[in-house]
């Protein structure tokens, strides 16, 4: 198929129209500024509701409905890379990102993705603020968090990770400890119980099934080191908790 003719009309159309795009300095600096964790920035670009803006928004779709979508897509995908680029890890910048596009693809209207669009630039931008905040970590620990995050759902040991960097357990150890400020098996700990909060909150899965997936031995031994953790059991905190937080930011 040829579309030299087709492209060189719709040029011609656009011109005619005058349809000016926005500043691309404008977009960059909203990127920069999530990835920068600059929280107040960040709300105060949603509060304006730019995001919905038709002044000098590319048409993708005709449908005005399809065309945001489109939109949403384009930017989750530059934030997600300007932040990863900025030190979020990978695995959890693209889990982010596939979460907000598949949240976005149950939207009905333009107002519930413009909403949702403003919790996930200020959710992307929380993960930054807190990176930002925190010490520059060595590029060894760095990747070390990478693997963890991408391998939360199996026994992680820190002989297979220092393998995998090509470090003596010894010394990654104290690495870790020195830069996280707390030990290799502690980070891992607190991780899990934080996905397991997650889970209990946001799905319906099991306690057994929270168990498999998160690498602990027993069902047993998760309930008895979740409560440890959180102060009540699994069951009580789903009760507690679920859902909450979602609803929340819906309305």
Same mark, same amino acid.
């Given at each position: 198929?040829d579309?030299t003719?087709k492209w !060189?009309?719709?040029?011609f159309? $656009?011109?005619?129209?005058?349809e000016v *795009? @926005?500043?691309?300095?404008?977009?960059l600096?909203?990127y920069s500024?999530?990835? &920068?964790g600059?929280?107040e920035?960040v709300?105060?670009?949603c509060n304006e509701? =730019?995001?919905?803006?038709p002044?000098?928004?590319?048409?993708?779709?005709?449908d005005? %409905?399809?065309?945001?979508?489109? *939109?949403?897509?384009?930017?989750? =995908?530059?934030i997600? @890379?300007?932040?990863v !680029?900025?030190g979020l890890?990978?695995?959890k910048?693209?889990?982010? $990102?596939?979460f907000y596009?598949l949240e976005?693809d149950k939207?009905?209207?333009i107002?519930?993705?413009? /909403? %949702? !669009?403003d919790?996930?630039?200020?959710d992307f931008? /929380?993960h930054m603020?807190?990176?930002k905040?925190?010490q520059?970590?060595s590029?060894?620990?760095?990747?070390c968090l990478d693997?963890i995050y $991408?391998? +939360? !759902?199996?026994?992680i040991?820190i002989?297979?990770?220092a393998?995998y960097l090509?470090l003596?357990?010894?010394? %990654?150890?104290?690495l870790f /400890?020195?830069?996280?400020g707390?030990?290799?098996?502690?980070?891992?700990l607190?991780l899990?119980?934080?996905? =397991?909060k &997650?889970? %209990?909150?946001?799905s319906?899965?099991?306690?057994g099934e929270? +168990?498999?997936?998160l690498g602990?031995s027993?069902?047993?031994?998760f309930?008895? +080191?979740?409560?440890?953790r959180?102060?009540? +059991?699994?069951?009580?905190?789903r009760r @507690?908790c679920f859902r909450t937080?979602?609803e929340?930011?819906?309305n």
């Amino acid at each position: 198929m040829d579309l030299t003719k087709k492209w !060189h009309r719709s040029e011609f159309v $656009s011109h005619e129209m005058l349809e000016v *795009h @926005r500043g691309i300095e404008c977009e960059l600096d909203f990127y920069s500024a999530i990835a &920068n964790g600059e929280i107040e920035l960040v709300q105060e670009n949603c509060n304006e509701q =730019a995001f919905t803006n038709p002044e000098g928004m590319g048409v993708l779709s005709t449908d005005a %409905l399809r065309n945001i979508r489109y *939109h949403y897509v384009v930017t989750v =995908a530059l934030i997600t @890379r300007f932040c990863v !680029h900025e030190g979020l890890e990978q695995e959890k910048a693209y889990n982010l $990102s596939d979460f907000y596009i598949l949240e976005m693809d149950k939207c009905k209207t333009i107002e519930q993705i413009s /909403k %949702l !669009h403003d919790v996930m630039c200020l959710d992307f931008c /929380k993960h930054m603020h807190e990176i930002k905040n925190s010490q520059v970590l060595s590029k060894q620990v760095v990747l070390c968090l990478d693997y963890i995050y $991408s391998h +939360t !759902h199996y026994r992680i040991t820190i002989r297979e990770v220092a393998e995998y960097l090509r470090l003596s357990e010894s010394y %990654l150890s104290r690495l870790f /400890k020195k830069e996280m400020g707390i030990s290799f098996s502690q980070y891992i700990l607190n991780l899990k119980i934080d996905k =397991a909060k &997650n889970l %209990l909150r946001f799905s319906e899965y099991s306690i057994g099934e929270i +168990t498999y997936y998160l690498g602990f031995s027993n069902e047993s031994h998760f309930i008895q +080191t979740f409560q440890k953790r959180v102060g009540e +059991t699994p069951n009580r905190y789903r009760r @507690r908790c679920f859902r909450t937080e979602w609803e929340l930011k819906q309305n």
